[in-house]
């Protein structure tokens, strides 16, 4: 280690510790510095140079950020090898070619939670947006209500009356960016420590946000119908997550008879709730829609979440909550503390696309996209009947495939990527290993693939499997 | 308090929590039960009328929420004044009146929370919003990265790093929802019952969201140069939630000594960190910005918070947090769970936005915007000297004064209510009541108001106060 012969000159424009970045950079470009070389201490180089000690660190840290200079705890800093800057450029593409080596190539992906963009009606969209956007004073750029706008609220009031038999007054809804967002609201309404008990398997990203949250769980296995009523009574749950309408992954659709003993569950208590997470009941394909849960509770214990995330689009990171009177006023004392997540813009441009009756049109579209493509995968499915078998058919963005022949979920896996296909394991989703958990399971999604890639698609999946 | 002759029809097809409250309605509208006049216990109507409690119950919630009860905690339900609803008429009505009753009728409110709404370029955000919508297969609908885009968290990073020093890779970047919810976020990642030091008095949104996250927090007193370090080491406190470019409310800026005094006490311990709120240092009319006390952190331990709340506007709901690499890593372990909070559309048109230098053009705008009406409501306020002295002064967009005169916040703002002109107290900001808090300060808020109206403002605060 040398002393840095780095001349500052005060008097000009560029900030002393910008001088030294820019010192210490040419030192490494020309190889003066040798990549690992050990540089004088922070305190030593503003001593030599009579700056302050935080001029230096501040030099330093700018190099570190750039990769320049490795930081060592307790040791110091050494010039980075700057080699690899140069062949990659700078630090951003690195990482970002990072981020992309980390996906596999594969030709298609059964992907479970996508959506079909393409036929989001981007036009009126850009037309509401721009007619919110050309409203005098309208106040959008102000803070809105913590709860969400009132008059967006009670469009969806109206909605979820008429489409999903829930009842509720606008007041009960709280409006949040994304379900992950809403059940870090929920933690903080409901008492500390409720064990939330989850069907196992089960939706793994409100596992990890509840676990996350340090909310303790209980995984409650699933019968044919659903949440294994006598073991929940049997767990400390004093919550229930459950998705009635079409489970995931099982895509099971809880009868009513399986939702009334839920109900009772939760009215045997006072301060028991059920969490209703109705992300995907829009698409049904055959048979009648039942009503959500919320719609036959009486004692207002049901926690009804909703979301634009399928029925829209993920990306605008439009979700609701309803709540029941008894934590609506628990809302008022700390949930409102917290101001909205979302854009009032957003807000307003949603409001109009529900109002206008554009959102009825985009779901009974979406309703036969996502019909044919679900009909045409069972078709494509159902060619290799000999091996596996079909569930949770008839609505939703997924279907669960069940292979007969004993080949094993990883194996399964295994062979398609080898096709360039991925579909998805079941054990993804299972919380607690126990006996009701089968290996024998893959999930495919269909809401971003074609039609054709469907075909072709599953042609290389059958490949693969037969 | 008498019985109610409620008949209630099992038959009708109207619930009976809403024939309870249609009976309760009329009885209220034609004065049969007098404003003020207690209601029978949701208990005893329940026994009454033989139907379940929680009938009653939501019957009572529901008209409460409209207004016709007044709920008083541990005392019961009170008849309301109805007389202000009937002219209202339905329910919505109702609730929007109620929400501007909270804000008795002023003629002009020097609102702390606002910004200058007029003076945002909408024709330039119209465009873009027009342009991102009609980007081809850009996947925005899509679900994006749960830290924000790495473009937006890209142009941030260069943006933080010119015009406040921050030391940053764009990989330490988290956007979110607004600064409540990145709290919330940050109560996540911090080690659970981690003691939050604030400044008191302080930014009191701040103090309820840690409050009700169940965060112990602990009040540290200001001096002149901000919170006071001796105290704070003397505290139980791991983490301090500190605005030294601008204090809210006190609108100290704190000198580079107690910078360092903070840093040092940060570095002492591992896992300490300091929470920097920058809230509104893009403002400052005299003198040159301090650098954030991020910029120089050496240790890591400084957790930086910024918003567009003031640089752009409230309701677009985007803030972002600068995360030290220490707790980066527990980032990905627990908080990368919880999905994005911002629309990609969003995202990607404040990318824009700043890529193409409309923000920095904005800033200047609103820079001498913002100067200009400073200016205008100091000069007017120092009419008023003999009575009272002028703080925190040529940054942020309010300033604060306090009266010689021994007047008191109470006094102050009574009187300028009686001129119908709205200005706040500091005691709204006091989470702990202690002898270093003073009762003779009021706070005003220059951002919404034009200048006229703040010229007019204060002959009528003059005439209050005089």
Not at 203 to 228: K, V
Request: include cysteine; glycine fraction near 8%.
């Amino acid at each position: 280690m040398k002393d840095l012969l780095i001349e500052l000159d005060s008097r000009m424009k560029m900030p002393l510790y910008e001088q030294i970045c820019r010192f210490i950079k040419e030192e490494i470009r020309t190889g003066k510095i040798a990549p690992g070389e050990k540089l004088p201490s922070s305190r030593a180089l503003a001593a030599q140079l009579s700056v302050s000690r935080s001029t230096v660190d501040l030099a330093y840290g700018q190099l570190t950020s750039e990769g320049y200079l490795d930081s060592v705890p307790w040791k110091g800093y050494f010039a980075g090898n700057v080699r690899e800057l140069y062949q990659l450029g700078d630090l951003k593409r690195i990482q970002t070619q990072e981020r992309q080596e980390q996906r596999p190539a594969f030709l298609w992906d059964f992907a479970l939670n996508g959506i079909d963009e393409e036929s989001f009606p981007v036009n009126i969209w850009r037309k509401i947006s721009r007619e919110v956007l050309l409203e005098e004073n309208s106040g959008l750029f102000q803070l809105g209500e913590p709860q969400g706008e009132q008059s967006l609220r009670e469009v969806i009031a109206d909605y979820l009356h008429h489409a999903r038999g829930v009842q509720c007054r606008p007041e009960q809804i709280v409006m949040g960016a994304g379900n992950d967002y809403l059940l870090m609201l929920l933690s903080v309404l409901l008492k500390t420590d409720t064990v939330i008990a989850m069907e196992n398997p089960t939706y793994r990203s409100a596992f990890q946000c509840f676990r996350n949250l340090g909310c303790p769980t209980a995984a409650i296995p699933l019968d044919g119908a659903g949440m294994d009523v006598e073991k929940l009574s049997a767990s400390q749950a004093d919550a229930a997550y459950v998705m009635p309408s079409h489970q995931f992954p099982m895509g099971t659709v809880m009868p009513i008879s399986r939702r009334m003993e839920l109900l009772r569950w939760a009215g045997e208590r006072e301060g028991r709730y059920l969490i209703e997470d109705d992300y995907d009941s829009e698409f049904r394909y055959r048979g009648k829609p039942i009503p959500a849960l919320q719609g036959y509770d009486t004692k207002g214990c049901v926690i009804y979440l909703g979301t634009f995330s399928k029925a829209i689009a993920p990306g605008i990171r439009v979700s609701y909550m309803v709540l029941p009177e008894s934590l609506l006023s628990v809302y008022r004392q700390k949930g409102a503390a917290f101001s909205a997540t979302i854009s009032r813009i957003d807000q307003r441009m949603l409001e109009i696309f529900l109002r206008e009756g554009h959102f009825e049109r985009h779901l009974n579209r979406m309703r036969s996209v996502y019909r044919a493509k679900h009909d045409l995968l069972i078709r494509c499915l159902r060619e290799m009947s000999d091996i596996l078998e079909l569930y949770g058919e008839n609505a939703g963005l997924h279907v669960r495939v069940r292979f007969k022949n004993g080949m094993t979920e990883e194996e399964a896996l295994r062979r398609a990527a080898g096709e360039k296909i991925r579909v998805y394991g079941l054990g993804e989703y299972v919380i607690e290993q126990d006996a009701s958990v089968d290996r024998h399971t893959v999930l495919l999604g269909y809401g971003p693939l074609k039609s054709e890639e469907i075909q072709a698609a599953c042609r290389k999946l059958k490949k693969a499997w037969m």
